[in-house]
């Protein structure tokens, strides 16, 4: 990776006033919504209360948002020639993977960091103060699979649709992540070899250790490993795709 161009990528994605607003904005406005709904201070999920449930899971989306749509510009760079200047530097295209999935990442710690802050001033709260760190943690640093996600689908289409296209498969793959309802049923076993359950799961175990509770209020245990080979095989697939349509595209410019 290159640092001058890590720091031009980051400076630029943070310009864009609008971007910042809405992946912030967004998940905290949901996470209002949805912890007001289904969460008070009494209810409790594991170690925490459900309004922390609801927070933890609208962080795995405020990061999953905010990772794709930074990487997705590269899209709109692709057509403004970025790429073949790129293509007449030493960088390699996974060097440029790892750049986008960087800058992407600090952009995800904003997203993070407002939903847990509305969290602590709505009631959200955990048995043990570590609960917080480790989840947020998680929460941000594995948000890293959707910048490979964005990067892919920006790659693979080359236009600037291609991060409208992205953001709406992003919806789709937050319901099948148990984000935003509790599945049961087929759907929640079809869901558990989608991307962004592995992800969440991983980031609810501080305060949950994999207990689900499906829509018939039967409980059932992820185990962690499960859950990490799922969050791993999405993030070898998803880095292939980039690295593959970098190259593609280097050979056709």
Known sequence: MNATYLGIDLRRQLRDVMNIAFVIGLPVVMYIVFGSTFGSGNQMAGHANVKFYVMTSMSVYAASVATTSSAGQAAIELL???????GLTPMRPSGYVGTKVLVALVVAAGGVAAVFLAGVLTGARAERWWIWLVT???AWLLSGIFALYGLAIAQTFRSESSVGVASAGLVLLAFFGNLFVPLGGTILKVARFTPLYGYAALARW???RGEVVDTSG???QDPMWWLIVSWVAWAVIFALISVWAVRRGRRRQ
């Open 136 to 138: 947020g943690v998680i």
């Open 80 to 86: 403004q020639g970025w790429g073949r200047q790129l």
């Open 206 to 208: 501080p305060s949950t």
């Open 218 to 220: 039967n409980s059932t």
